[in-house]
Structure formats: C-alpha cells, structure tokens
C-alpha cells in the first residue's frame, strides 16, 4: 500500500476589504479551529474571528467553513471578526446604528480621559465601541489632527495608539514593527558600517554615530538628566519626531533623549520615553488619516 503523504494547501487569506495575504500550510489542519489556531500566530491576530471560504461548488460565493475537509487545497478564505459583546453590560449595550448614543459615549470618552486615574480598560471598551463613528467623522470630513484628538484624546495614549491599529488593521503593532525591525537589522548595520568606513561628510556622520553606539553599548552609558524645557518652534511643521535632550548634552546622537514627541500639523500630539515607540505612534497616526 502506498504511503499517504501530508497534503500541503495555500490559502489566500483576505482580513478585511483590499487586504489579503498568502499563506501556505505542511499540511491539512485536523480540523476548522485548529486552521483559526495557525492563522492567529502567523498572522497576529488577537480578536476571535470565523472562517468563510469561495466555494468552487457555488461559482466563488462565500460558504461558512463548518468541516475542514470542505476546503480545498489552494483556497481563499475570509476571516469575519466576532463582535466583543460579553464584555458589556446590558446597560453599556448600544446601538452602532444609533449616531446619537455613540455621540453621547464620545463625549464619556473626552470626561474619562480628563480623570488623574483613567480606568483603561472602560476607555478601551467604549472606543471598541465608537470605533465605526470615528472612522466614518475620519473619513467624510476628514478633519485635522489637533481636531480629531480633540475629540477622541483617547488617541493620545499609547496602549489606544496601539489598539487602534489593530481595530484597523487586526495586527498587532509593536510585535509586526519589531519582529519585521530584527529581521532586517543587521543587515542595515552592516550597510551603514560600510557607508562609514569611506570618506566624505555623510560617511563621517556615520562614523561618529557608530562609535557612539558602540561605546554605549561597551560601557552602558546613562546620559538621561533632567531638562528644563523651552517651548520649540513648530511653525510650519507638517510631520516630525521632536527630540528633547539635556541641557549638557554635547553629542548629536541622544540615544536617551529626556522625551521624544510626535509632531504632525505644528501640534505635539504625544511625548513618549523611547523613539522606536514614537515612530510607532506617528505611523499609526498618519495611517489612520489615509
């Protein structure tokens, strides 16, 4: 008797509308959950979501995936994302279709956010929920930065910088930067490396910056101290990462500046410790304004 082989498939993963994805798997998944199981670690997904495929028997229209042995080995499949309504109580339930409610828990949000002691997992709650009139008021009128965070400053914090693009784009943002960051890292490294072993003005600022790089990471420099800040000058800037440093820094490069802020249309819209978490904040930002 012939020795039965794993059946390998490739799927076209389509998330959501003009995003999709290839995928292709060792072998058939034993069953529909363990397929939902591949598919939220290889694509970081954190949401509970079902499966619908293009049904060759119904000329490509979509049919609910129930037995994994329906789908066939080069397929496409959708992922329609559960709604989160055991998180709310009956009282918080409300209406997406109902323009007026979801007015009236915006204006929760701005009241909340106010708060010394924000309760996050409320704020995270309620912009779950007012998530589709935020994207319809991004959409049709399209307003400025300082006035979009004006009316949702939820926005301005980190942990929401991150979970709105996961609404958007049901990725996780940090873990996608980062692992796609490492991948590529040393590779630009040693581009740059090379660039500075040659001579001129840009192969001298590369020089300067590696030897700071490299002595901070020989002797763990601390230059982080306390600065009293001035008020910089922001007139005609569209899109920036602003760097406050100490008052006794000598060095171009500060590789712990005091804060780094985002800067987009002349307004700081967040200040934060580490830049690799403003650049995050300002890609998310600029994203959710295409």
Known sequence: M????????????????GWARKLKLNARPASVDALIHILKAQLEIDLDFSLRYEDPDFDGKL???????ELPQKAVVHISLAQDSSSLSSDDTLSREDPSSLEHLRQTIVEVVKKTEMDLPLIKKMMQTTFALRRQTIVRTCPPVNELMDLWPALKMESEVYAEF?????QNLPNTFYAAFDRHLPRLMAIFRQKASKTGKTAEA???IFKIHDEQELHDINTRHVLEESEPELGGVAVALLTV???????????????????????IVVSLPRLADAFLTLKNDLMMHV
Not at 63 to 69: A, R
């Open 166 to 170: 996961q609404r958007i784009t049901n």
């Open 245 to 267: 440093i100490s008052d006794n820094g000598t060095s171009q490069v500060q590789y712990q500046p005091v804060t780094i802020s985002v800067v987009i249309e002349n307004d």
């Open 63 to 69: 049919t609910s995936l129930i037995d994994i042995e």
């Open 206 to 208: 590369l020089a300067e």
């Open 2 to 17: 012939a020795a039965e082989f794993p059946q390998h498939m490739i799927l076209r993963v389509v998330e959501r509308a």
